[in-house]
């Protein structure tokens, strides 16, 4: 069964300081991964999805790798902003053919003025 | 674009009333989605949809019904609501399933009491 885990669940950060998520899941056996932010009392909005075939994706100060071999993400957030403050949330695509994503149950970043 | 629209934003349900939550989508998505996200369990889907007309049980289906008559909209019903249905419920729809990035709406805040 496939589990993914976000560590730490809650993260707080000077603004202006790079910084790093990660997610890491038990089967690697994936097709793709993605990564969405969430603002308190909204939906979820997606920000990288990464195909099982490539190693990172990046937008604007976003850069997120994949490791498949590792059971592995990481989300990289350069120079960050006040605004950045969200929950973090990464899922994968599990075996069976299904539509059913596996989510972490994310972090929660602060970035401090 | 409106993008994913649910209605209601919020609502609270006494035990054994029923409702339903509206989903509404202007992208011309195929596919479709409901999960629910509750506090420590991350989000869970509930049902999902390939095409209108065709519905399908996620991971946590019981106690839920679903149709998609049109294409746009995908209905979420609750029979006789219970206390273990309180939750946040999120729509979301995409492109090419979940091998493309998902669009969630804001979400429907529910309490049954």
């Known amino acids: 069964k496939q589990e993914v885990t976000q560590i730490p669940a809650a993260l707080s950060v000077p603004e202006g300081e790079n910084l790093v998520l990660n997610c890491s899941f038990t089967d690697s056996a994936i097709y793709n991964l993605q990564w969405f932010r969430q603002d308190p009392g909204k939906g979820l909005t997606s920000l990288l999805l990464?195909?099982?075939?490539?190693r990172e994706q990046t937008s604007g100060r976003l850069n997120a790798s994949l490791d498949k071999s590792s059971g592995r993400s990481t989300l990289y957030i350069a120079a960050s902003q006040p605004g950045d403050s969200a929950t973090y949330l990464c899922a994968v695509i599990a075996q069976g053919g299904s539509e059913k994503l596996v989510f972490g149950k994310g972090t929660k970043l602060t970035v401090n003025p | 674009n409106a993008g994913v629209t649910q209605t209601p934003k919020f609502r609270v349900l006494k035990t054994g009333q029923s409702m339903t939550l509206l989903c509404a989508q202007d992208?011309?998505?195929?596919?479709m989605y409901w999960y629910r996200q509750d506090p420590g369990m991350g989000l869970r889907l509930i049902h999902y949809s390939v095409g209108e007309g065709t519905t399908a049980k996620g991971e946590v289906p019981d106690g839920y019904n679903v149709s998609r008559l049109k294409k746009q909209n995908f209905l979420l019903g609750l029979e006789s609501a219970a206390p273990s249905q309180t939750s946040v419920y999120f729509c979301?729809?995409?492109?090419?399933?979940?091998?493309?990035?998902?669009?969630f709406g804001n979400g429907t805040r529910l309490t049954v009491t």
């Open positions: 990464i195909q099982s075939s490539q």
């Open positions: 992208m011309n998505h195929e596919y």
């Open positions: 979301a729809s995409s492109r090419q399933g979940i091998y493309s990035p998902l669009h």
